[in-house]
């Protein structure tokens, strides 16, 4: 676990920084917590309520990205998190960065919240070479998978309605990829001028699979209430929509639609059966909504982590 991760993590019980000793990570006050023989750690106040998504699920999801189903929603996210504001620099009126040499980046980790196994995490570690990023899941499998994902990259079994286990404005750049948000601790976590990048589905995504498959539909409107709730602390800095039409065979068509949240109620002996009554070769809508967020250091916000 690199330095500068360790540097920004916190204790879930009394908020103090965490200093790692072996495979332990302890706070001053005698708080310790164990790291597993797969390199996650857990930093959770009380016992969780829920596991999360199952290792049969991740691997779904690791599978999906391997064969490059969803490299459109990768491209989008790496290039926004490699563009100068989101790695903190200033930018002139043409969108150049202003003054020279030019500033650097924002201190800070990177940290994706609801992180999955760690693939867009990884991602933009590769697009933002000699940066540092935490992959934070309620999932234990899922950390187990995301804290292998990169050689800059370690991970930690959290609940983030729980708060996050990260130092006040320790995280320059926040990825949130089809996942719970906690608008309080983003807000927290995250350092004045520092980026947030939400990516939502669209109302078309995954549309073909839907009836066949029996998911979940995406409700309209996701986009103006995701800039109603973040509307304390963070200034809008615009969205991208993206969408194409990809091929794919029956059982991919399969992983895609049990990967998500519907993956839960759909176990792989039944994804199988109706993969069966798919066509040869099946056309899905790829569709979501890359919303960027900037961080403001308003007059009486909240800086401190809650109890």
């Known amino acids: ?159 983030v309605w729980e708060g996050l286990p990260i130092r006040t404005g320790a995280v320059s750049l926040l990825l949130n990829v089809f996942a719970p948000r906690n608008v309080d601790e983003f807000a927290r976590v995250l350092a004045p001028g520092g980026q947030l990048l939400v990516m939502t589905p669209a109302p078309r995504h995954l549309l073909e699979l839907r009836d066949h498959f029996g998911l979940l539909a995406v409700g309209t409107g996701k986009e103006d209430g995701l800039r109603t709730r973040l509307g304390r602390g963070f200034e809008a800095a615009g969205s991208d929509r993206v969408a194409t039409t990809i091929t794919v065979s029956p059982m991919q068509a399969a992983e895609l639609a049990g990967m998500g949240a519907s993956g839960h109620h759909l176990d792989e002996e039944l994804l199988q059966l109706r993969a069966s009554t798919l066509p040869e070769r099946v056309s899905v809508t790829i569709a979501a909504t890359l919303s960027r967020f900037v961080r403001t250091d308003r007059p009486g916000m909240a800086r401190e982590r809650p109890g």
């Not at 857990?42 to 969780?48: D, E, G, N, S």
């Not at 391997?66 to 491209?75: I, N, T, V």
């Not at 790695?87 to 020279?100: F, I, L, N, V, Y």
């Open 1 to 159: 676990m690199q330095s500068s991760i360790i540097d920004a993590l916190a204790c879930p019980h009394d908020g103090r920084g965490l200093v790692l000793e072996g495979r332990v990570l302890g706070c001053p006050m005698g708080h310790r917590f164990d790291r597993a023989k797969q390199g996650y750690a857990t930093l959770i106040r009380r016992p969780l309520a829920h596991g999360g998504d199952p290792a049969a699920l991740i691997e779904r999801r690791l599978r999906v990205h391997d064969a490059g189903l969803l490299d459109l929603l990768h491209r989008t996210l790496t290039a926004a998190a490699a563009a100068p504001t989101a790695a903190g620099w200033d930018t002139g009126p043409d969108g150049d960065r202003a003054g020279s040499p030019a500033p650097a980046p924002l201190p800070g980790i990177i940290c994706d919240v609801g992180a999955g196994p760690g693939t867009y995490l990884a991602a933009v570690l590769d697009a933002l070479p000699g940066r540092s990023g935490l992959a934070i899941d309620v999932s234990r499998a899922a950390a187990r998978r995301a804290a292998r994902c990169h050689d800059r990259a370690a991970a930690v079994v959290a609940d």
